[in-house]
């Protein structure tokens, strides 16, 4: 909330809508993620019909990523191949924009057990698309490859991932990262048929 209130003002100082708008779809994800799913129709308007080719790439994004938490993942990669054919080439925002669409596309894959397309997505969003200037891949990534393992049967791999993710969330020491670092912990658990580590990574936090 705090960075992305500094986002807004300065976008809205310099007269900068497209970033006002990023601001603003990113505002009305967070107010999805704490439960008030009456955002999401926002954030769909603005998909449809935002002037600014790159907010609206970004709120189609946004859009896919919550059809991926609902369990749509071939309306998610519907929409993120109509997002990519609205990003131009050679504007300063090309790469942000193409790494978060695959960003979201390789959620989408890992829905349907593709494991190499997925790999191959989040290739694209952290190495090949991305802003050399920031440290990728970031938590949400380091995330998804440790579900993709564990749903592919890499009971090394997932525990490698999750336990990568486990340091990195304890060192921002951030309340909400915490619970999805339980979960995480605990769908791995489950995977490989840990029943006591599934209760054990589950304590502490309420339903």
């Not at 439960?35 to 129709?41: H, L, M, P, V």
């Not at 489950?190 to 304590?203: A, Y």
Request: aromatic fraction near 8%.
């Amino acid at each position: 909330e705090h960075w992305n209130g500094v986002l807004g003002a300065k976008a809205a100082q310099e007269g900068d809508h497209r970033y006002s708008q990023i601001a603003r779809v990113d505002e009305l994800k967070s107010r999805y993620d704490r439960g008030d799913t009456s955002y999401e129709a926002e954030i769909a308007s603005i998909g449809a019909s935002e002037p600014d080719w790159y907010a609206r790439v970004h709120a189609l994004a946004t859009r896919g990523l919550i059809l991926n938490t609902e369990r749509e993942s071939g309306a998610a990669l519907k929409l993120m191949f109509q997002a990519e054919k609205l990003i131009p080439r050679g504007d300063p925002d090309t790469g942000m924009a193409e790494s978060d669409v695959w960003g979201t596309i390789g959620v989408a894959l890992i829905q349907l057990n593709d494991l190499e397309g997925a790999a191959d997505a989040f290739d694209k969003a952290d190495f090949v698309w991305a802003d050399k200037r920031y440290p990728r891949p970031d938590f949400d990534d380091v995330y998804n490859m440790a579900v993709l393992a564990a749903q592919q049967g890499e009971a090394d791999l997932a525990r490698s991932a999750a336990a990568a993710h486990h340091r990195l969330a304890a060192r921002s020491d951030l309340p909400h990262l915490d619970v999805w670092d339980k979960y995480l912990c605990a769908l791995v658990a489950e995977r490989f048929d840990q029943p006591k580590d599934v209760t054990g990574c589950l304590s502490g936090i309420d339903a």
